[in-house]
């Protein structure tokens, strides 16, 4: 009797066991602050890079985002439709770009009004495959005024992509304002420290030192990809339950 009793409520738990996820594939489009790096970078880190580490196994983050692109070079060298060819319903797409877009002076320049079509695409294409598209601002450069005010340097731009996420109902997690805050916490010279400035002899693959305020040392591109998955949370989207808990405390 005591055995057939354990069976019944063995029976009745596995009833309310909820199934297991479906698993999905985050894909990240973008441009080198996001992008993975070669060895010889190094300590230059995209954000991306540290961001998949914080999902469980239901989720594969696949980083797609390349050094020096924008929203119209991405297309243009076939970068986006293998993403499209694989999307399947219930992935996502974070769309990051606007640093190679903004510059008139490079190959890879958009207009204003090509920067919004483009966006306009990324969003359309990946919502005919059903999946989740998710609009990002471009993230911050260090830069600060005399007074030590951190400078918006994706002005235009970054209001372009806040438009068409308001247009077309597209989750936004503005990136280009949170890190500026977060460089203004740090201050003109302790913000060095989330960028890929290196003194002399520090690391062999910059022996005379290097100084970049627009790529990320790992400190820094973990500091942003923690702000894009505080966002995630923020959003209610579906990914955020796939964000790995922290142990409960005894």
């Not at 510059?103 to 207009?111: G, M, R």
């Not at 695409?121 to 911050?140: E, F, G, H, M």
């Not at 996420?165 to 420290?193: C, F, H, R």
Request: aromatic content about 10%; overall charge neutral.
């Amino acid at each position: 009797m005591k055995n057939k009793l354990s069976l019944i409520v063995l029976v009745a738990l596995m009833a309310f066991t909820l199934p297991p996820q479906k698993h999905i594939t985050v894909y990240l489009i973008g441009d080198s602050t996001m992008a993975n790096k070669e060895v010889k970078a190094y300590p230059e880190t995209g954000w991306g890079m540290p961001f998949y580490v914080f999902f469980d196994s239901s989720v594969t983050v696949d980083n797609r985002a390349k050094n020096g692109r924008s929203t119209g070079s991405f297309m243009k060298e076939g970068l986006w439709q293998p993403v499209v060819n694989n999307l399947q319903p219930g992935d996502y797409v974070l769309i990051q770009f606007g640093h190679n877009d903004e510059v008139p002076t490079k190959k890879t320049y958009t207009t204003p009004e090509q920067f919004k079509n483009n966006l306009i695409q990324y969003v359309t294409d990946s919502r005919n495959k059903k999946a989740i598209p998710v609009l990002i601002t471009p993230v911050a450069r260090r830069k600060f005024d005399s007074s030590g005010h951190i400078a918006d340097t994706h002005e235009q731009y970054a209001a372009i992509v806040r438009s068409v996420a308001q247009q077309y109902k597209v989750p936004l997690i503005d990136l280009d304002t949170e890190s500026m805050a977060l460089l203004q916490q740090y201050g003109p010279e302790n913000s060095k420290w989330l960028f890929n400035y290196l003194t002399p002899g520090e690391h062999p693959n910059y022996p005379e030192g290097h100084a970049d305020d627009t790529h990320f040392s790992e400190l820094g591109a973990r500091k942003m990809a923690e702000i894009v998955l505080a966002d995630i949370r923020k959003l209610n989207l579906d990914l955020a339950d796939r964000i790995v808990k922290p142990p409960v405390k005894k």
